[in-house]
Structure formats: structure tokens, C-alpha cells
């Protein structure tokens, strides 16, 4: 079955540091999409990276980079320098692809969120 | 653009009353998705729609019905609700023919159940 395990549930930082966050998953297709999404303390789900189980190159923007490892299923997003603002719940997720007649319809399974604390 | 939007923002209802939360897109996005977001479980899949009058069951379906009669519109339903169905609850919305591309959701609907 497919999941998502994000195994740190909270991580603390002060402003300038480095932070990973983790993201291992599982799943028996072939063909799949792996996300993260950021969620403010505001409330609302913002999206950051799509990434398909065939491309497996390192993808950076800005401070953001995210590492995509199909050998150990982990797909890891690490913040440079980090700010205050960065301060949020990040939620990793995988599509799951079903079959509506003749449609493929995605599912995401997200994991159970990161809450991050950048400290001034 | 008003994206996708959800109505009402914040709701309080009684146990046993019939509650709809309504979800409306712009985009003209074939796929539409219902999620509730609780501690610990990160957000689980209620219902989802491939296109008007195509919908399935997520991963937690009970107690909820949905409807789609307008591609914009994916309105969830409680018929009688709990206090286990006191979440916040989003909508998403995605156009790929293949419903594996990024979802984009709307800003949530807080349920209290008392």
C-alpha cells in the first residue's frame, strides 16, 4: 500500500541555519508524483514541488532544494539560511493513480507534516 | 482569479444537523478532491471527482456525501453530523487528463461539531 512517513514530527532552528526535512514513502507503481507543500500558520496549503518518479536530478530554487532518492524512497527537502518566515507545517505527498473509467484520476497520500520553528 | 474558494470559512453546528460545504473553482479543472486535516493524520481523502457526475470514495468516506452537477462546483455534505467530523476540511482542485498533476487547494473550512 502506499504511504508517506515524515518521522519528524517538530525541528527547531534559529534563523541562518540549515534544515532537512525528511520524507520516506512507499509505494508499487511505477509511474508516481511526489510533492511537498508548505502550510503557513495561516492556514492554507501552499504547493512548492512536483517531482515524477522518472526524474530523479536534485532541484534547487532560491534556498529551497529538494533531494529525490528512488534507491532508499526518500525525497528530502532541505531549507538554506533559513528565516522566520519559513516557519510552518510542510507536508510531503504521493500520487496515487486510479482508474475512472476513462479517466486516471491522481490521489495524494500525505504524510503526517513537519512542523518547522525558525527562531529569530 | 478567484482560484477555487470555500464556503462557509468557519462553521458550528450541533450533532444530527445536515451540513454542506461548498467548493467552487475557476479554472475549469477537471479534478476535484475533498480532504479533512486533523492532528496526527495529515490530510486524508474524503471524496474525490473526475468530472461531472464521476465521483468515488476516498480513504475516509464515511458519513459525507458529494455530488458534482457543475464542473466548478464539488459541495460535501454531512447528513447527520458527529463530533469525530469536527476538522478542518479542503477542497482541491486539479486539470491534468492524467489527475496526477498539482493539486492547488482552497483555504479550508473549520467544522466544530458540538
Known amino acids: 500500500a502506499q504511504k508517506v512517513t515524515q518521522a519528524q514530527t517538530e525541528i527547531s532552528v534559529v534563523e541562518k541555519e540549515d534544515v532537512t526535512l525528511d520524507c520516506v514513502y512507499e509505494t508499487r507503481d511505477t509511474t508516481y508524483y511526489l510533492f511537498w507543500y508548505k502550510q503557513p500558520p495561516s492556514g492554507e496549503l501552499v504547493f512548492l514541488i512536483r517531482r515524477n518518479s522518472f526524474d530523479e536530478q536534485n532541484e534547487i530554487s532560491g534556498r529551497y532544494s529538494w533531494n529525490f532518492q528512488k534507491s532508499t524512497s526518500s525525497f528530502n527537502f532541505t531549507i538554506t539560511a533559513s528565516q522566520v518566515v519559513d516557519s510552518a507545517v510542510y507536508f510531503c505527498a504521493l500520487s496515487e493513480p486510479t482508474l475512472m473509467i476513462y479517466n486516471q484520476g491522481g490521489k495524494l497520500i500525505f504524510g503526517q507534516g513537519t512542523e518547522l520553528s525558525v527562531k529569530p | 482569479d478567484a482560484g477555487i474558494t470555500q464556503s462557509p470559512r468557519y462553521k458550528i453546528t450541533e450533532t444530527g444537523r445536515q451540513v454542506t460545504l461548498m467548493c467552487h473553482q475557476t479554472?475549469?479543472?477537471?479534478?476535484m478532491f475533498w480532504y479533512r486535516q486533523d492532528l496526527g493524520h495529515g490530510l486524508r481523502l474524503i471524496y474525490y471527482?473526475?468530472?461531472?457526475?464521476?465521483?468515488d470514495k476516498g480513504e475516509v468516506p464515511d458519513g459525507y456525501v458529494v455530488s458534482r452537477s457543475k464542473t466548478e462546483n464539488f459541495p460535501l455534505t454531512l447528513e447527520s453530523a458527529t463530533r469525530s467530523q469536527t476538522s478542518v476540511y479542503f477542497c482541491a482542485s486539479t486539470l491534468g487528463t492524467s489527475g496526477l498533476d498539482t493539486q492547488y487547494f482552497g483555504p479550508g473550512t473549520r467544522l466544530t461539531v458540538l
Open positions: 479554472w475549469s479543472h477537471s479534478y
Open positions: 471527482s473526475a468530472a461531472a457526475d464521476i465521483t
